[in-house]
Nanobody
């Protein structure tokens, strides 16, 4: 069974930075493009960043230039560096496969709160 474990969230002031990490089971991680998703209260979960197995990245417009997704294939870990955080970035952040047909059970997520 695939396990996804997110960490690194917290409370940060607007303009601050956080780095999220997600550890995934080995085979699942090695064969899948990975994505970071977020879900704000009362809103649907949205995909904000993806990275292919080869390292190609894509971002939703609202985070372009502020967030950077990366992966360490040796550690089966995907990261999300978040800079210049805004209150509207407040959400629970999750990682999973980037493509819907490869999604597995969701982890517990990590809460990011941007507030002064």
């Amino acid at each position: 069974q695939v396990q996804l474990v997110e960490s690194g969230g917290g409370l940060v002031q607007p303009g601050g930075s956080l780095r999220l990490s997600c550890a995934a089971s080995g085979r699942f991680f090695s064969i899948n493009a990975m994505g970071w998703y977020r879900q704000a209260p009362g809103k649907k979960r949205e995909l904000v960043a993806t990275i292919s197995t080869g390292g190609n990245t894509n971002y939703v417009d609202s985070v372009k230039g502020r967030f950077t997704i990366s992966r360490d294939n040796a550690k089966n870990t995907v990261y999300l560096q978040m800079n210049s955080l805004k209150p509207e970035d407040t959400a629970v952040y999750y990682c999973n496969a980037a493509y819907s047909w490869s999604l597995v059970g969701w982890g517990q997520g990590t809460q990011v709160t941007v507030s002064s």
